[in-house]
């Protein structure tokens, strides 16, 4: 059976691949609409005026060489009022018609860029808003997320400046132009349309192979940002297994597909346009011919002859534009199911509708009959019932994948129990407000992120209005402020990327000042101490000691020092609750926390044989080995 996670990807592709191109085309002109729907107003107005413009352009010709230059049927001789007359009279149309395109044009890039940033902002909204279940999926990598606001979000910009609004005016040249050649002369246009289905069958190959490549275009550029992304983010991993050549290997691989892939589009680019060209000369060749026999019966006059030469490039013109469009579209197309997939994703956490606002809080926690699966096949956590008290310190311990890290996933509300619910002062969690329920807990993990910003913004993230006063106590209180006063410039100290200038101490320790500086009711530390130096452990547990009273705490460790002193332990295998107890009261046992703890500390120059210590778990005999798969990972 497949996991949720991977049927997820599956209908996430599903869905996307079965967006209509129609349908794409009419979101992104809703996108445009919401973007500004006056400047849309506008825009259709001045469309409007340059395509009547040019509609009776050629008709000023067709009269020029019939009435101004004596061509029409049975003329002598020309009439220089009339030239006069239709040249100022194209003047001034010609003034309209530049005049109107400028503003078009203006009005098309601003749309065009307005819409491209309302897309970023409402993506970056939906990013914020789906929940774990979403960013944690393995092939929804950094790099494809970025590629969405970036690559995605520029190529539907140069889709409706280049392309999308400029088909408006073509669509109505190419309608008015073909209604007026059946006007002038419907043996003409009957003549130039023998080539149309010549140019649509041609056009129709070609463009097939179009989309073909741009949408393989699209994936091997997402590929390569991908690599790019991880390459960078994991600098320090692929130097210090110097695996450089081998990680520069699969960035020319997957850099070489794409620039193979570039390169048959652009071939086909460059051989589309020419062959177009040919098919139209073909039939300007048989309308040449024709109109020959027309002019010489007398049923067509030379001006008419200029007018109707005028619509035919009026004609194929537009059409041709429309066509690259449609090429262009292929390649944007692909990118505008991706956003319009990304926008109707699925919104897993969702608040409700009578959410409420909490604010003082006695922080009792209740989990009831909460079970949990991130698939539809396997239980994470299974029948969790807890109650934890006011101010009450709960530790967690147990083997890793036992369902640790999950336990405070729900609690903050990251996910949402598969069945059973979790209370805190009697409110389900589903019936509070996400933000109030997320500003009630401090949170510290194993591995805290921190922003490129200096010190003081890191710590002031926890409360943004804090007071450089809250700021530095905030630190004393984690034992920070020392080594933080000893940077070249203190609290203004930029820490660098994700805190790189910092040590793994260093940083952990901005985390618990970051996370106790809005003093939350509710503290959870999930293994925050599991990744620093011995004597940043022992300033941690000396500020802890403080930190703890009056606030209700979850951690969770692998340590067992770290626990020792906490009111009750919970011991976590396989999902289940299978101890529970203090300290002392868990090691008199003869079960899993014992046998951990003797595990921890056994004195490693000793032969003490652990493998042949037998513990209970539910009244049930074990024996851990050291070919017990579970050994190797609680370490």
């Not at 051989?271 to 011919?289: A, E, K, N, S």
């Amino acid at each position: 059976m497949r996991s949720r996670k991977a049927k997820l990807i599956s209908t996430e592709e599903e869905k996307s691949s079965n967006i209509s191109s129609l349908k794409v085309i009419k979101q992104l002109f809703s996108f445009i609409g919401q973007a500004n729907k006056k400047l849309i107003s506008i825009l259709v107005i001045i469309i409007i005026i340059n395509v009547i413009v040019n509609w009776f352009t050629p008709l000023i010709f067709g009269a020029l060489v019939d009435d101004g230059l004596g061509g029409g049927i049975g003329a002598t001789g020309g009439d220089i009022e009339v030239v006069i007359t239709l040249g100022t009279l194209f003047f001034f149309l010609t003034i309209i018609g530049v005049l109107t395109r400028i503003i078009q044009g203006y009005i098309i890039s601003k749309l065009a860029t307005l819409t491209m940033y309302y897309l970023r902002y409402e993506l970056f909204v939906k990013f914020q808003a789906l929940g774990l279940d979403y960013h944690d999926t393995p092939k929804r990598t950094t790099g494809k997320k970025i590629n969405y606001l970036t690559g995605d979000v520029n190529t539907i910009q140069q889709l409706i400046q280049s392309g999308l609004l400029i088909s408006l005016p073509n669509i109505f040249l190419v309608f008015g132009s073909l209604i007026f050649m059946i006007l002038l002369s419907p043996e003409l246009t009957l003549v130039a349309f023998l080539i149309v289905p010549g140019f649509f069958g041609i056009a129709g190959v070609l463009f097939r192979k179009a989309r073909k490549y741009y949408k393989e275009l699209r994936e091997r550029v997402a590929n390569v940002t991908s690599i790019l992304d991880e390459s960078i983010m994991g600098m320090k991993v692929i130097q210090s297994y110097a695996v450089e050549d081998e990680n520069y290997q699969e960035f020319v691989k997957a850099t070489e597909k794409e620039r193979k892939t570039t390169m048959k589009t652009a071939k086909l680019n460059a051989f589309i346009p020419g062959t177009i060209i040919l098919v139209i000369t073909f039939g300007i060749g048989l309308l040449l011919l024709a109109s020959g026999t027309l002019i010489r019966a007398g049923s067509l006059t030379q001006g008419t002859l200029i007018s109707f030469i005028f619509y035919i490039f009026m004609f194929f013109e537009p059409l041709f534009s429309l066509i690259s469009f449609v090429t262009m579209l292929q390649n944007s197309i692909a990118a505008g199911r991706r956003i319009i997939s990304l926008l109707n994703e699925e919104v897993s956490i969702l608040e409700d509708i009578n959410a409420v606002k909490i604010n003082d809080v006695k922080a009792k926690i209740e989990y009831i009959d909460v079970g949990f699966s991130y698939d539809t096949d396997n239980l994470v956590l299974k029948d969790i019932n807890l109650r934890v008290k006011e101010n009450e310190r709960l530790a967690i311990v147990g083997y890793t994948g036992a369902g640790k890290s999950t336990f405070i996933k729900l609690l903050s509300r990251f996910y949402d129990p598969t069945k059973g619910e979790i209370k805190i002062d009697g409110i389900n969690l589903k019936k509070i407000e996400l933000k109030s329920l997320r500003t009630l807990m401090g949170i510290v993990l194993q591995e805290n992120f921190l922003f490129s910003g200096t010190v003081k913004e890191n710590i002031q993230y926890g409360k943004l209005n804090a007071t450089d006063h809250e700021i530095i106590e905030a630190a004393k209180k984690v034992n920070a402020h020392e080594f933080i006063t000893n940077l070249e410039k203190g609290y203004d100290t930029i820490v660098g990327e994700r805190g790189n200038k910092l040590s793994e101490g260093q940083r952990q320790l901005i985390a618990f000042a970051r996370a106790l500086i809005s003093n939350p009711p509710i503290l959870i530390l999930d293994e925050a101490t599991s990744s620093i130096d011995p004597y940043s452990e022992l300033l941690i547990q000396q500020a802890l000691e403080t930190l703890l009273k009056g606030r209700t705490s979850i951690s969770i460790a692998h340590r067992l020092s770290t626990v020792i002193n906490s009111d009750r332990i919970i011991v976590l295998d396989k999902g289940r609750i299978i101890e529970e107890g203090s300290h002392e009261e868990l090691v008199k046992k003869n079960g899993l926390y014992n046998h951990l703890y003797k595990m921890q500390f056994k004195d490693p120059y000793k032969k003490e044989e652990i493998d042949e210590e037998p513990f209970e778990i539910n009244g049930i005999n074990n024996k851990f080995d050291n070919d017990d798969d579970r050994f190797p990972r609680f370490f």
